[in-house]
C-alpha cells in the first residue's frame, strides 16, 4: 500500500524580493519544524507540486535539493522523496560499502631488502 504524499498549506508570493524556491524551501522546512510533516512522510513528486502550486518544476526541484542537501529530505530513484528523521533512518547501503572497501584479496608478508621477515601475518 502506498502512502500519500502530504501538501502542507503553502503560500507563494511571486512579487516578494525571496525567489520562489527559496519560499517554498521555508514553507517546507517551517512544516517539518512544526511536525506538519513527521520523519519518513512522502512528498509529492516534483511535477505534482509543481502543478499544484502553479509553478516550474525546476523551482521545486531546486527547493528539494537544498533541503536535501541540509539533511531534511532524502530521496532515490523511482521512489518519494521523504522527511528524513529518526523514525525512518535510512539504512546504509552495505552492497556499495563493501565494494567501496579495498581489503588485500591477499596477505603481504613484510621483509627487508635481504628477505628476512619483519611481520609474518598469522
Do not use: K
Not at 511535477?47 to 536535501?68: D, F, K, P, W
Not at 522523496?81 to 552495505?94: I, K, M, N, Q
Amino acid at each position: 500500500m502506498r502512502d500519500r504524499p502530504y501538501i502542507p498549506a503553502i503560500a507563494l508570493d511571486r512579487a516578494a524580493r525571496q525567489p520562489l524556491h527559496g519560499q517554498l524551501r521555508e514553507a517546507l522546512r517551517r512544516a517539518i519544524a512544526a511536525g506538519q510533516m513527521p520523519a519518513g512522510a512522502a512528498l509529492p513528486s516534483t511535477r505534482a507540486m509543481a502543478q499544484h502550486l502553479g509553478i516550474s518544476r525546476n523551482t521545486v526541484l531546486a527547493a528539494y535539493e537544498e533541503l536535501a542537501a541540509e539533511g531534511l529530505l532524502w530521496g532515490r530513484a523511482g521512489s518519494a522523496t521523504r522527511v528524513e528523521g529518526t523514525a525512518a533512518p535510512r539504512p546504509p547501503a552495505w552492497r556499495a560499502v563493501l565494494r567501496a572497501a579495498h581489503y588485500p584479496a591477499r596477505r603481504n608478508d613484510f621483509t627487508d631488502p635481504d628477505g628476512t621477515a619483519l611481520y609474518v601475518h598469522r
